[in-house]
Every structure is written in structure tokens, then in C-alpha cells.
């Protein structure tokens, strides 16, 4: 069978810098609904329509067709006051706490519009005695990626699935792709 419309697909892949550097993979298969909500990159959508199990290819991926440009508008500079202790590079929080959104000079817009600045995901990059930098950017924004895919099953799609527009699955590595998926259609929701 082959990737089309109303097909299941189980890939398993492997996320590279353009010089090699291996950044992130899947884990193990993962499966998706082509073309569905939880379907892959739509560049990576396009060069699995029509193949078969076996398929494998390395795909390059401009900033546009994976995780967006750096946006510099998702960078933030904030009082260490606002942040339990003890805080450390690497921390994650959901907005930013003690922010009411009443402070209109550190206003963040996402980059959609329709979203709440208080739904992004910003991770500390920095700190000093006094600051911490903030950052809701995906870590591969601004960076042309290669992607090696290996596509191991196609199988049609079940009512359900086409209804809700996603793949049933038990398998934990989904996880994996479904925060793949998110931080490309909402930057700032994964690091």
C-alpha cells in the first residue's frame, strides 16, 4: 500500500544538523494519519506521498518547512524576583510566573496571533544576580535541518481515525512526534 490520503503511516526518523550533528530522533516507530493533525512537517508530508514500506530518504529542511526563523520578539529579559528558587539554565515554565499580562512593554505576541503569551513554553537560557533570560523559541528555529526517514508500515485508515484526524496508538514514542508537530505549528510549546 501505498501513502495517500486516509492512510496510517509508522516511520521512524532521525533529526541531523546540515554538518551531521545527530540533534534528536524518534525513538522508535512512531505512527501518524497522513496529512492529519498529527501528521509530520508538511515538506516531509510531500516526500512520503506515494511510497511504500522500505521507503528511506534524507531529506534537507530549510527553516520555513521545519521549526520556523529565530524570532527574536519570543526572547525576554526578566526580573529574578518573578522566579521560585532555586532557578537554573535549562528550567521551563509555562509563561512567565507572576506575569499578568498587564505590563505592556514586555508584551509577547506568538507568532499566529490567536494565542496567549501565558501558553508559550520559555526556557532559561541565562542568568544573572538580578535577570533571567527567557527564551519560547524552538532550539532548531532558524536552523536548516536534515531529516533521514525510514517508513516501515502503511495501512488504511480506520472511520475513526479520518473523523478525528489523528492515528489511534499505544506507543509511548508518539509522544515524540506529537511534540514535534506542536512546536512547529506553535513555536515556544516545546524544548
Not at 501565558?118 to 544573572?128: W, Y
Amino acid at each position: 500500500m501505498a501513502v495517500g490520503e486516509n492512510t496510517v503511516v509508522t516511520v521512524e526518523f532521525w533529526i541531523m544538523s546540515t554538518d551531521g550533528e545527530a540533534l534528536d530522533d524518534s525513538g522508535g516507530p512512531v505512527s501518524f494519519l497522513y496529512r492529519g493533525l498529527d501528521s509530520l512537517l508538511p515538506r516531509l508530508d510531500d516526500g512520503l506521498e506515494g511510497k511504500t514500506a522500505g521507503f528511506e530518504q534524507t531529506f534537507h529542511l530549510e527553516p520555513s518547512d521545519a521549526f520556523g526563523d529565530y524570532d527574536p520578539e519570543l526572547l525576554r529579559v526578566e526580573p529574578r524576583s518573578r522566579f521560585p528558587e532555586p532557578i537554573e539554565v535549562g528550567m521551563q515554565f509555562e509563561g512567565v510566573p507572576g506575569d499578568t499580562g498587564d505590563d505592556e512593554e514586555t508584551e509577547v505576541e506568538p507568532d499566529d496571533g490567536e494565542g496567549d503569551e501565558n501558553a508559550l513554553i520559555f526556557s532559561v537560557t541565562d542568568l544573572t544576580d538580578d535577570k533571567v533570560v527567557l527564551d519560547a523559541n524552538h532550539p532548531y528555529a532558524g536552523m536548516a535541518l536534515r531529516v533521514r526517514i525510514k517508513l516501515l508500515e502503511v495501512r488504511p485508515a480506520d472511520q475513526e481515525e479520518i473523523e478525528q484526524g489523528y492515528a489511534d496508538s499505544e506507543d509511548e514514542s508518539d509522544d515524540v512526534l506529537d511534540a514535534l508537530i506542536e512546536a512547529r505549528r506553535n513555536p515556544g510549546t516545546l524544548h
